[in-house]
């Protein structure tokens, strides 16, 4: 595999050392972050490109994101295509398996980005250390010379030893500890987030149409990164504003109805913890949440993503999420033994849009509704096929009717 990145590098002409390359690599966070750093850089006047979960874009067009980060070869002529293009920058998001697999060897990073960890594909890497020591090569440099600079989330246990090995400039980030952007004070209201953040050239204030906990480190993240690239404060505070909309990331699906209505690819027990406290942050009356967990992945985070259920939801239907070729209903099963208190707290449904349809019925004036894991998502994986399903569209056929 190291082979075959050095030869696509080669074949390419290394296209990523006349690029600003920026990898942002973490269990959560990446799309979002890649999202914000390209508002800012566009609004910059930049020409950019980006690779993300959701879509592989730049000035010539966009196409669907297969996978998170493409195969060597792909990789480097997405590239080379960007360069062609007249790019300056191209923002990606790293996987850990395209770090263990060699997909972003003889890349030249100039800056890497570190959001968070927490337990995900343990199915492959088998141990968190593992899946640490996976990520950390993207600031070691990955048969290239290591970035210039590194961006770190000292919120993450994780953080603080990795400023230790980074090789070249880091700056940290925090909602709390100290570093070199922090934010100092952070106001949520229903249209937004105002933040005051410490930065090293004195406090900014920084407004952004994104929601919740989750959002507020992904700006930081942003911001540091664009901060150190060179961009102004005000094309910065420009950028992170315009950023309206993320898609299946804490997107509400608005139609008119009494209560919310919110989809999120939220699929890590960490991840679902913040999208719930960041609905309890609207002040609803109910929480109500829909999930599942994906067939032939991590088994461990089924039980512990049913436990964050029942704590900060107040009822909740288990559902499919692409079950792939498992059961639905052991896979609902195993997550139902994280729920050991409440056994009236919730329902289970395997068929998605019954799930869908039964709780938007239930919902009243006030409450908040998530639709978690699928996010962006278009398909539902089944043991032999791929079906169209996205949980944005079954939800505003259905809340239409709702509506009436």
Not at 151 to 160: A, F, M, Q
Not at 294 to 299: F, N
Not at 340 to 345: A, F, L, V
Request: charged share 25%; proline share 5%.
């Amino acid at each position: 595999r190291k082979a075959l990145a050095m030869i696509s590098a080669n074949f390419f002409g290394h296209p990523t050392r006349n690029l600003e390359l920026v990898g942002i690599t973490g269990t959560n966070g990446k799309t979002s972050t890649a999202y914000l750093m390209e508002s800012v850089l566009k609004a910059s006047r930049a020409k950019v490109g980006m690779i993300s979960t959701i879509v592989y874009r730049g000035p010539g067009g966009a196409v669907a994101a297969e996978r998170t980060t493409p195969e060597s070869l792909d990789l480097q002529e997405l590239f080379a295509g960007f360069l062609k293009q007249g790019c300056h920058y191209v923002v990606m998001e790293v996987s850990s398996h395209a770090l263990a697999m060699d997909r972003v060897y003889a890349a030249q990073f100039r800056s890497a980005v570190f959001t968070n960890l927490t337990p995900d594909h343990l199915d492959y890497h088998r141990t968190l250390d593992n899946y640490f020591e996976a990520k950390k090569q993207l600031f070691l440099g990955i048969g290239s010379r290591p970035p210039r600079q590194s961006v770190i989330n000292l919120d993450d246990p994780r953080g603080k030893p990795l400023t230790e090995v980074c090789a070249g400039r880091c700056l940290s980030y925090s909602t709390g500890p100290p570093a070199d952007f922090r934010a100092l004070n952070v106001q949520t209201k229903h249209s937004g987030t105002n933040i005051q953040l410490e930065t090293p050239a004195g406090e900014w204030n920084v407004k952004s149409r994104l929601l919740g906990r989750p959002n507020l480190s992904n700006i930081l993240a942003a911001v540091a990164t664009c901060y150190d690239l060179g961009i102004d404060r005000e094309i910065i505070q420009q950028g992170v504003e315009l950023c309206s909309a993320i898609p299946g990331r804490f997107e509400l699906i608005d139609c008119g109805q009494s209560f919310r209505v919110v989809v999120d690819y939220a699929h890590t027990e960490d991840a679902l913890e913040k999208i719930l406290l960041t609905a309890h942050e609207l002040n609803p009356r109910k929480v109500l949440l829909l999930f599942g967990c994906g067939g032939e992945r991590d088994k461990t985070k089924r039980p512990a993503m049913g436990a964050v259920a029942e704590k900060l939801s107040h009822f909740c239907i288990i559902t499919s999420d692409n079950p792939r070729s498992e059961n639905p209903s052991e896979i609902i099963e195993q997550i139902e033994r994280g729920f050991k208190h409440k056994p009236s707290q919730y329902l289970v449904e395997p068929d998605r849009e019954k799930a869908i349809q039964k709780i938007l019925n239930m919902a009243e004036p006030g409450d908040v509704v998530v639709l978690a894991g699928k996010g962006h998502e278009t398909y539902q994986v089944l043991a032999h096929e791929n079906i169209h399903f996205d949980d944005r569209e079954m939800a505003r056929t259905l809340l239409k009717d709702l509506v009436g």
